[in-house]
């Protein structure tokens, strides 16, 4: 037989083979592998919330500690998109935050302003159902009330 | 009549007795009532098929699937259907808005046709015509009309290059299929379905597909390039959603899409049901179609529907394991490969009839 | 029929294909299935990141380098880090440099996960995108675990890395490299590569010369798919992988002609085996404890002066060219990147294939549309 006609019966082998062999694999998965989808967001088991599928360092929505904060603004100054507005206003002898807003919407959830926290303020949570009606409603106004600023262990000041 | 309308047509007639008035409104009452049903039927079945392709594929696939609906979300295709009813019908500007409305419809009742001549087991089937295969394998080329009038109407390019790959496809699929299809009628001898459906028997040894070697081949040539007519992957070039973003169904929306989604599963179905009617003895169970009683004849029908059933989810799991060819190595599959080997395996049946009398590979058991 | 008169169509692929990876078009001269000639239109996601590098400060860059190649995160971020720390001369700590490692091979993996399902997936096979989507998962999981983050991980600093590694992290990479590597890749391999169809569709299809490759100036796995042994870990090293042993897989026409699209998926398969030893071997090393990061001033301002650093990424060699006028922030930050290069070749490479041939192409080139605009 030439080899043109060995080719045609070994690729006919080939075919089928090859074939078999990834139907064997798919069949394996398709009667013996467990599904590993988790089924989000309703059906994750008992007691079990969106929050505890993700790990402790996860980087969901910003959070702040207000007794924490001094007011060094520093984080506002790291974020590299500007969604940190903070305001620090001096009444009378007392200084006062009286602005912390982030707006979650621009949020890049980079972790920037909480490495440069000196004090732990704002950290991050493990929230990250963002899903909202308005755009507005995920700029999250931190402080109700102005707030006197924590005084800094540290002598050195920002302000 | 050994058929469901001759049998429709008996009881009615025996019912109302015989007068040359009520005569034709019987005899279009016989043909009329198993139609539906059959459609029925049939876009039922293809309904679930829908949802055991997303359950198989998602096992395949460590997922889970559809599971709201119901239980074990069976009832997925339902919400599916009525979600496709409820969406926006469009009909793109530069269309061609007639023949792009008659598409889907063409596509679809040349599927159901077939199921004209179907056995679905015992003595359901509605016309037992004498060139039942013939006749299916007319009917099914009738596809691409379909496909080519809505690939050309969308005035789409992507649909008119799907539309154009589905016409050279399903046209170059029919021969080995067709001829697969001759190797049985070789050896059964007739073209009605049912008559080749009862000269095979119950046990495995008594299909023809254990006939001999050839038949064996054959039937494999026959699902491949039942594959290939229906579009299903590793065939799908009409659809290739890679390629052609959707193929020649790129501008339906809403139940125009459906009905074209419905009528590949009614494909695979009419398919499978070829397949398993012609080669693996359908719902035989060794027993007179027409004269056992009903329990038996649901028994066959029951037997015809787990053999169609394993035919379609072996096709279903094809799907999920292959990649896609390529267009000219499709073509090059069928003519190269399909087509010599579909047609010596017609003629070695022939030649092997005569040097074994007509007996098959298995004749001391069988019989 | 020797003259059969057709007509030449100009068909519009993309931007929104499902096969472009992205936003990313292609203006097709066909001839029925025939091709002519693919033209690429770049540019839908431009999103100006050289640009932004010249108003923000040095570290506040970093979360951008994530977004050049979304899918090689780490790696970006440390292309981008070593180019500052060469500049301003900054040591990192040792622990560091072993983090690193890790997270960028680990990021490579995952990203030539995505990259081989995705080519896959353009040629008809959905289970094996699946598949290995699967394995990717374990891979977000552990960076999510190191970092914080799934995607943009944001995970390398100028000077060090942010986080120390988290408990049980060696374990559970160590058992995500072995699952991988014995497993994974010979079981993905039985099922995709060395299918017929797939090799079929592969082999002799989109076929560059190696002197083509470096005329282009193709890089990464692209290259080395048409069997030009250039490596920027090997050839250039940075960071610690002058330590490290591994080896640089190239193309030799497995199935076809050197330089095919199934040299290109190989060499990546390949890549996947030797990022796994690369994890080993610096997971062995890695000090068990130290610092991870020297403290840079508040206000870091690198000497003045200029330098081009490469890297290599999955998708190739990345070279930062830095200009500092010692300010705050970067005068101007150059990026190259691998997908834009290879983005030239397409139009030569598709002259003559079919259509189906384009998605194959395109899928072997492992394009991230982002890293084409930035």
């Known amino acids: 037989m030439t080899n043109e006609g060995v080719r045609y019966f070994k690729n006919i082998r080939e075919a089928i083979l090859t074939t078999a062999k990834g139907m064997k694999i798919t069949l394996k998965y398709w009667v013996k592998e467990p599904a590993i989808t988790i089924e989000y967001p309703d059906r994750l088991g008992k007691g079990r919330t969106a929050e505890d599928l993700v790990s402790e360092r996860y980087r969901g929505f910003l959070k702040l500690d207000p007794s924490k904060c001094i007011g060094c603004l520093q984080c506002m100054r790291a974020c590299p998109i500007d969604c940190i507005l903070i305001k620090v206003e001096k009444i009378g002898e007392e200084r006062y935050l009286t602005r912390f807003d982030v707006d979650q919407s621009k949020c890049m959830y980079c972790g920037l302003c909480v490495e440069v926290c000196p004090t732990g303020a704002i950290t991050f949570s493990k929230r990250f159902e963002g899903a909202c009606y308005d755009i507005g409603e995920l700029c999250i106004k931190h402080l109700q009330e102005p707030v006197s600023v924590a005084r800094p262990k540290a002598k050195k000041k920002e302000e | 009549m050994h058929s469901l309308a001759g049998i429709i047509y008996d009881f009615l007639v025996a019912r109302f007795g015989r007068s040359d008035l009520l005569d034709p409104l019987f005899g279009l009452a016989g043909y009329l009532i198993p139609c539906f049903v059959v459609l029925g039927v049939v876009s039922t079945i293809s309904g679930l098929l829908t949802y055991f392709e997303r359950k198989v594929s998602a096992d395949i696939q460590n997922r889970i699937g559809p599971n709201r609906v119901g239980p074990y979300g069976i009832f997925q295709f339902v919400v599916d259907g009525i979600k496709l009813f409820l969406k926006e019908d469009i009909i793109p500007d530069a269309a061609d808005k007639f023949l792009f409305r008659l598409a889907p419809y063409i596509v679809f009742s040349s599927t159901i046709l077939a199921a004209i001549v179907i056995p679905f087991g015992g003595p359901f089937i509605i016309a037992d015509l004498n060139i039942g295969l013939i006749f299916i394998i007319v009917v099914s080329s009738l596809v691409v009309v379909g496909f080519l009038m809505s690939g050309w109407a969308s005035n789409n390019k992507w649909a008119l290059l799907g539309g154009i790959r589905s016409a050279a496809q399903i046209i170059s699929y029919e021969i080995p299929a067709a001829f697969s299809l001759l190797t049985v009628v070789l050896i059964a001898g007739t073209f009605s379905m049912q008559e080749i459906v009862m000269k095979q028997g119950p046990w495995p040894w008594n299909w023809f597909l254990f006939h001999n070697p050839f038949t064996f081949i054959a039937f494999f040539i026959f699902v491949i390039s039942g594959l290939a007519e229906i579009n299903r992957l590793p065939f799908d070039f009409p659809e290739a959603e890679s390629e052609l973003v959707s193929g020649y169904n790129t501008e339906y929306s809403g139940m125009r899409f459906g009905v074209f989604f419905l009528a590949e599963f009614a494909n695979i179905f009419v398919s499978a049901s070829i397949a398993a009617a012609v080669f693996l003895g359908g719902g035989n169970i060794g027993l007179d179609p027409y004269k056992s009683g009903i329990v038996y004849q649901l028994l066959m029908v029951l037997v015809f529907f787990a053999k169609v059933l394993t035919l379609c989810l072996v096709t279903i799991w094809v799907r999920w394991s292959l990649p896609r060819l390529r267009i000219d190595q499709m073509m090059s599959m069928c003519w190269k490969y399909f087509i010599p080997i579909s047609f010596s395996c017609l003629g070695l049946t022939a030649v092997w009839l005569l040097i074994f009398n007509g007996n098959g590979i298995f004749w001391r058991i069988s019989g | ?374």
């Open chain 3, 1 to 374: 029929m020797a003259h059969f008169l057709t007509e030449e169509m100009i068909l519009n692929m993309g931007p929104h294909h499902p096969s472009t990876h992205g936003v990313l078009r292609f203006i097709l001269q066909t001839d029925g299935e025939m091709m002519r000639r693919a033209v690429p239109d770049i540019g839908f996601l431009h999103r100006g990141i050289e640009k932004i590098a010249e108003l923000v400060p040095y570290q506040s860059f970093m979360p951008f380098t994530d977004r050049i190649d979304y899918l090689a995160s780490a790696c970006c971020n440390l292309g981008y880090a070593v180019t500052v720390e060469r500049l301003a001369g900054i040591e990192i700590p040792e622990k560091a440099d072993y983090l690193r490692i890790i997270a960028a091979e680990l990021t490579r993996i995952g990203s030539h996960l995505i990259g081989l399902g995705a080519l896959l997936l353009d040629l008809g096979a959905v289970t094996p995108f699946v598949h290995a989507l699967r394995e990717r998962e374990t891979f977000n999981d552990l960076m999510e675990a190191l970092c914080g983050a799934r995607l943009t991980h944001n995970y390398v600093r100028i000077g060090g890395v942010s986080h120390d590694e988290p408990p049980s992290f060696r374990e559970k990479t160590r058992k995500f490299i072995d699952h991988i590597e014995n497993e994974f890749i010979d079981e993905f391999n039985e099922l995709a590569s060395f299918n017929t169809i797939f090799i079929n569709r592969m082999v002799n299809v989109g076929v560059i010369s190696p002197e083509q490759a470096i005329e282009h100036c193709l890089v990464g796995p692209n290259l080395r798919g048409s069997g030009v042994k250039y490596d920027v870990r090997k050839n250039d090293p940075y960071s610690i992988y002058d330590r490290l042993d591994f080896d640089v897989p190239v193309g030799h026409g497995k199935f076809g002609t050197l330089g095919d699209c199934y040299d290109r998926y190989w060499v990546r398969v390949e890549e996947v085996r030797e990022s796994c030893r690369i994890i080993r071997q610096a997971l062995d090393q890695m000090p068990e404890s130290g610092a991870i990061r020297t403290k840079l001033t508040r206000a870091f301002k690198p000497p003045k002066g200029e330098i081009y650093v490469r890297t290599e990424c999955p998708r190739g060699e990345m070279g930062f060219y830095l200009i500092s006028d010692g300010g705050a922030s970067p005068y101007r930050l150059k990026i190259r990147t691998g997908s834009f290069t290879s983005m030239a070749i397409i139009s030569e490479v598709s002259q003559g294939v079919m259509v189906a041939d384009l998605v194959a192409i395109i899928g072997s080139f492992d394009i991230v549309a982002p890293e084409v605009d930035r």
